[in-house]
């Protein structure tokens, strides 16, 4: 084996992009490589892991370390460092020296899958203020989007779940879930806002893939909402991930 690239965060039996990886190098022929999930459950194991790991040479970064990364790079890409979170890393190494560079491709996978759809809506509930949110937030920002972002320990200008009432959500026909919440192996969970105030106008956004429909988008299929999940985006982000890697990005 030449080359390996792996996938950290905790838990990681919701993640697929293991399989999307070995897909991939079925599929276009891509010999002597591996993808592994890592299932650390502090950062700070993450010298450990390279040391371990000497052919480790990228790492996809999921919850909840994609700001808690940060601290441990050596760089960072601007618009990631703009973002404030980073999902991918590239690892170089020279003799026993190893150098982290920190990126953000959930910006790019969110600009690919979702732009097209988010155009018409002028006001968005971001639903968590984590990594993931933070690149949802810059992008519509980007787009000239207002948002309001909603949070369990709301800071600053962010709202908690009681404070979405009805008359938020039928102004906001933009709602974007940047939770785990809904996502396997609890599915049977939703976010906390008011279901009963959606309507055809409203487009529900889940970047959850796994799932391929949650309970946030059944309730606003139910509604006849616009919804779209997280799986486009994940392939999107993946493939931006395989450029950086590779120096094609």
Known sequence: ??????????PLSHSFSREYFLHKFCKENIKNIAYQLFPIKNIEELPLLLT????????????????????????????????????TIKIERN????????????IIGFE????????????ALIL?????????????????ITFQIISRNPQGEQIDYSSVTPELLKSHTLVINATPIGMAPFSNTKPDIPYESLTPEHLLIDLIYNPSETLFLAEGKQKGAQIKNGEEMLAFQAEASWKIWNGFL
């Open 95 to 106: 003799d026993n020296q190893i150098r982290l560079i920190g990126f953000n491709t959930d």
């Open 52 to 87: 371990e790991h000497p052919l480790l040479e990228g790492l996809n970064v999921t919850h909840p370390f994609k700001i808690q990364i940060i601290p441990l790079l050596d760089a960072i890409d601007e618009e990631a460092l703009l973002v404030g979170a980073v999902n």
């Open 1 to 10: 084996m030449s080359k390996e690239f792996g996938l950290i965060g905790f």
């Open 112 to 123: 690919k899958s979702y732009k097209e759809l988010i155009t018409s809506h002028q006001q």
């Open 128 to 144: 968590g203020s984590g990594g993931a949110a933070k690149a949802v937030a810059h992008i519509l920002t980007k787009m000239g």
